[in-house]
C-alpha cells in the first residue's frame, strides 16, 4: 500500500537541504585555516589506528534510567561516555576508551575545562574526541603539549547529527564497529527541563534556569529535528550492516531494537554476549 503523504512529516525533514547548505558553508570555510587543515590529517591518521575489526562499541549517554542500570557490567568492552558521563561512580572501573565532548560550554567556559583532568586521573590512557576547530583553541594546548590522547574529528554527515548521540553513532561506523550497545539514551532532557525534572543522571544543568521561552522554542524544535535525524541513523546503520540495539530503561527511542539491560548483560559477566559470538 503507497504510503499517503504527511504534511507534518514532510515540514519536519524540509529542512535538511538548508541545514545541509549552512554545515557546507560553514565546513568550506573552516578549510582555509591551516591549523585546521593539519587537525584533519592528524586525526584522520589517528582514526585508522584505533579502528576496530567490526567489533562492539558501548555508547554510554547520560539520562536519568542509566542510574537505575549495573553499569559496571559493561567494564572490559570499548565504551565510549559523553560529556558529564564521568560523574558516574562507576566510570573508573569501568575504564571507557573513549570520551566525546562537542558542546560549545566547554570552550565558551560554561564548563570546567579541568574536566579532562578528573577524566584523565581516572582513565589516563583515555583518548579524546574533540572537533577539529578546536584544535587552535588555546585551552587544549597543556594537554597536547602532555601527548594526552586526542582525536580531532568531525561527523562527516549532519543528516545522522541528532546530538551528541548521532555524533557517538558516526564515530562508532568511521571506526569500523558492527555492533553499538546504546543507554541512557532516553531522548526526553527538554521536556524534563521545562518541567522541573532531572533531565540527565547527575540533574540537569545549572544553565537551563536561564532558559527563556525563546531558548525553548528553539530547544524543542531541535528535538523533533533530532528525532528526525535518528530515524535517518537507523535506517542507514541497517543499510550497512551496523546493529544498534536500544538498552536504555524507557524513553521514547524506539527506532533502533531494544533489548533488556540485564538481558544482555546478566551478572555473570558477558555470557549473553559471547554466546552470541560463538553463533
Request: hydrophobic share 40%; charged share 25%; glycine share 6%.
Amino acid at each position: 500500500m503507497k504510503k499517503r503523504f504527511d504534511f507534518w512529516e514532510w515540514m519536519v525533514f524540509k529542512d535538511e537541504p538548508i541545514v545541509w547548505l549552512a554545515n557546507f558553508i560553514h565546513a568550506a570555510r573552516r578549510c582555509w585555516g591551516i591549523g585546521d587543515w593539519r587537525a584533519r590529517r592528524d586525526g584522520k591518521r589517528k582514526l585508522k589506528d584505533l579502528r576496530s575489526d567490526g567489533g562492539t562499541l558501548f555508547v554510554a549517554l547520560n539520562g536519568p534510567s542509566i542510574k537505575k542500570q549495573p553499569i559496571e557490567r559493561i567494564a572490559g568492552l570499548d565504551c565510549l561516555f559523553v560529556n558529564q558521563g564521568f560523574r558516574l561512580p562507576q566510570y573508573k572501573a569501568i575504564h571507557p576508551k573513549f570520551h566525546v565532548f562537542i558542546d560549545k560550554k566547554l570552550v565558551d567556559g560554561t564548563w570546567d575545562i579541568k574536566w579532562l583532568d578528573e577524566i584523565l586521573e581516572m582513565v589516563p590512557d583515555i583518548t579524546f574526541i574533540l572537533p577539529t576547530a578546536w584544535s587552535r583553541n588555546s585551552l587544549f594546548k597543556p594537554y597536547i603539549d602532555r601527548g594526552v590522547s586526542i582525536l580531532w574529528w568531525d561527523a562527516p554527515c549532519q543528516r545522522f547529527i541528532h546530538g551528541v548521540s548521532g555524533f557517538a553513532f558516526q564515530l562508532a561506523w568511521a571506526l569500523g564497529y558492527k555492533k553499538i550497545y546504546v543507554t541512557g539514551y532516553e531522548q526526553t532532557a527538554t521536556p524534563s527541563y521545562i518541567l522541573k525534572q532531572a533531565s540527565h543522571f547527575y540533574g540537569s544543568d545549572p544553565d537551563v534556569n536561564s532558559h527563556d521561552v525563546h531558548y525553548i522554542m528553539k530547544d524543542l524544535y531541535l528535538n523533533a529535528r533530532h528525532l528526525a535525524c535518528a530515524f535517518r541513523s537507523a535506517a542507514y546503520a541497517k543499510k550497512i550492516g551496523v546493529d544498534i540495539v536500544n538498552l536504555t530503561d524507557g524513553g521514547i527511542v524506539d527506532m533502533f531494537r531494544r533489548e533488556k539491560f540485564e538481558d544482555v548483560f546478566p551478572s555473570n559477566g558477558h555470557a549473553k554476549l559471547e554466546e552470541r559470538a560463538m553463533k
